[in-house]
């Protein structure tokens, strides 16, 4: 029997209170080793609390956090194999770059010579290897940042902790980090745990990305699946552009269910979820999946197609968003590459439509 290499990361059942304020109510989460893992969601979702539950900074309330399947509650942040990376002013400003890989060597006890050889080899993983004599405020951020990653697998601490690392960077920036980060991640093969509330930065990095909002780990994925798929009404709310609507449930048949939306039956598939007649339910399309036609056309299918008023175009460059009323309060989004050489009047009707499959449902 071949034994399976435990998770890098198992939480079972983490809470933490701040006194009266729960940050996290009741998680659980497995991250295998090798994975660039995201934390993704809003501003005071309980991100950071997490990470740092995990990284030993702070104490569970419930629950417990195994590091490679040992169960670390008691142990402090240095005596963990994770390793925080913070931003810039974490470096020792007055040793070169050498010395700070080689710091936390020197406090084990390490000789130089030894030390030598393991920071060497660290700046080599991260891409610094003509760097070593430099002092940080000779690096760019990006740089500093690597000399972190350094520092933390000197010291064999393969779990990597990162609390929204680029927030500090203009857009343009943090493009090029994003990818840097992803880049070095996969060469050096240790774990990364991200956190961001940036949808664009997690797509990019991510293999899987853990949706997390008011204390509760909403879902779970792949990058891909979660924006592609998502399970959630407030997955599908958070990530990607999706078009929200809600209705009432008019009927079950099989796998397909018709949702009333603004008078209209709308179809969309069950994908197995619990669903009974007359509930109310929400569904999602991505605004990419949306067209929009001003007379009649053959692509739109009964069941699949919202009439509607024209709003206006918004243009944002690469791609067009034209926004629609459908119903009292809510707007459809169809987004397209092609500019309309003649757009509607405001207030124009036209009709908005999706392939078949394109509208998710969900009842949560
Ligand atoms: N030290 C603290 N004392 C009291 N409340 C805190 C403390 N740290 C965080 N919180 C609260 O816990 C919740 C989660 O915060 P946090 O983990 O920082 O979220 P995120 O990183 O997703 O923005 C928020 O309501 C926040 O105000
Ligand atoms: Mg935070």
New binding site residues.
């Given amino acids: 029997m071949t034994r399976t290499k435990p998770a890098a990361v198992e939480v079972r059942g983490l809470a933490k209170h701040?006194?009266s304020?729960v940050?996290?109510k009741d998680v659980d989460l497995t991250i295998a080793a090798g994975e660039y893992f995201v934390l993704l969601?809003?501003?005071?979702?309980?991100?950071?609390?997490?990470l740092r539950t995990i990284g030993g900074f702070h104490r569970a309330t419930h629950g417990e956090v195994l590091l490679h399947g040992r169960e670390v509650g008691h142990l402090p942040p240095d005596k963990r194999p994770t390793s925080m990376v913070f931003q810039s002013y974490a470096l020792f400003p007055h040793m070169t770059v050498m010395q700070n890989v080689g710091y936390g060597l020197k406090i084990a006890g390490l000789d130089k010579a030894s030390r030598r050889d393991k920071s060497a080899a660290a700046l080599d993983m991260v891409g610094l290897q003509g760097f070593a004599d430099r002092k940080p405020h000779e690096l760019s951020g990006g740089q500093q940042q690597r000399v972190q990653l350094a520092r933390a697998m000197v010291l064999d601490r393969d779990i990597l902790l990162l609390?929204e690392p680029l927030a500090a960077l203009d857009a343009q920036l943090r493009k090029d980090m994003c990818l840097e980060l992803k880049h070095l991640q996969e060469k050096v093969g240790i774990t990364f745990i991200h956190?961001t509330?940036n949808q664009e930065e997690a797509m990019t990095v991510a293999d899987r990305i853990a949706l997390?909002a008011d204390?509760d780990l909403i879902e779970v994925g792949p990058a891909r699946e979660v924006y592609r798929a998502p399970d959630k009404r407030f997955t599908a709310s958070f990530v990607g552009e999706n078009n929200l609507l809600t209705g009432k449930v008019t009927a079950v048949s099989g796998s397909e269910v018709t949702v009333d939306v603004a008078g209209e039956a709308i179809k969309v598939d069950r994908r197995g979820l619990d669903v009974t007649t007359g509930q109310e339910v929400s569904m999602s399309v991505r605004s990419e999946l949306v067209r929009m036609s001003l007379g009649d056309t053959d692509d739109a299918r009964p069941g699949h197609a919202l009439m509607g008023t024209y709003n206006e175009a918004v243009y944002l460059g690469l791609t067009t968003s034209h926004l629609i009323s459908v119903a009292p309060g809510c707007e459809v989004t169809s987004r397209v590459v092609d500019d309309l050489d003649d757009l509607p009047a405001h207030g124009a009707p036209v009709r908005v439509y999706w392939a078949p499959g394109d509208l998710r449902l969900h009842t949560s």
């Avoid at 969601?41 to 997490?50: D, I, M, R």
């Fill in positions: 701040y006194g304020v940050a996290l969601g809003p501003s005071g979702g309980g991100k950071t609390t997490l609390d956190v509330h997390i204390g």
